[in-house]
């Protein structure tokens, strides 16, 4: 149980105004249909995450793994600070909605700081399911926050 509070407890952290919850906000027009393509999303983008992990410290020492993650962490901070170009917004794809936006959310989760902590707490600890469980609980729930406030900005705006 102390592994899934641990995989929670730092997804928390990385988790708040990540750019996956920003597009929970702007995908807030159907909650369900979105809670649900966020939910298939994150529980298949993390547990490749948590299997990559668990296979990883087998190979690479935690003590080399850590030190990836912290570069990529930083990386993503600069990579923020720089900003992103939209690119190819005429050439959209007809898809339902559910698949929009869970092809959006496991896209979007790739290599992201949430999924890179998701590889690290699965090699640290060496648990799939708890590792597992915990991060796609937390994600779930702070999208499912970012979908509210998406639908409450959208009705003042």
């Known amino acids: 149980?102390?592994?899934?509070?641990?995989?929670?407890?730092?997804?928390?952290?990385?988790?708040?105004?990540?750019?996956?919850?920003?597009?929970?906000?702007?995908?807030g027009f159907r909650w369900h249909t979105v809670l649900l393509a966020v939910f298939v999303a994150t529980?298949?983008?993390?547990?490749?995450?948590?299997?990559v992990g668990h296979y990883l410290d087998s190979v690479i020492p935690i003590?080399?793994?850590?030190?990836?993650?912290?570069?990529?962490?930083?990386?993503?901070?600069?990579?923020?600070?720089?900003?992103d170009k939209l690119q190819g917004e005429e050439d959209r794809y007809k898809f339902s909605p559910?698949?929009?936006?869970?092809?959006a959310f496991f896209v979007a989760e790739i290599g992201d700081k949430t999924?890179?902590?998701?590889v690290t707490l699965a090699a640290?600890?060496?648990?799939?399911?708890?590792?597992?469980?915990?991060?796609?609980?937390w994600k779930v729930l702070s999208d499912a926050i970012g979908i509210v406030v998406g639908i409450?900005?959208?009705k003042k705006i």
């Open 43 to 51: 529980a298949a983008n993390h547990l490749l995450a948590v299997l």
């Open 152 to 154: 409450a900005l959208g």
């Open 124 to 137: 640290k600890y060496n648990a799939i399911l708890p590792v597992w469980l915990g991060t796609t609980t």
């Open 1 to 27: 149980m102390t592994v899934y509070w641990a995989s929670l407890a730092l997804v928390v952290l990385a988790e708040m105004g990540d750019k996956t919850q920003l597009l929970a906000m702007a995908f």
């Open 63 to 83: 003590q080399y793994i850590r030190v990836g993650t912290a570069i990529s962490f930083i990386l993503f901070g600069l990579w923020t600070i720089r900003g």
């Open 98 to 103: 559910f698949w929009t936006v869970a092809i």
């Open 115 to 118: 999924q890179l902590a998701t």
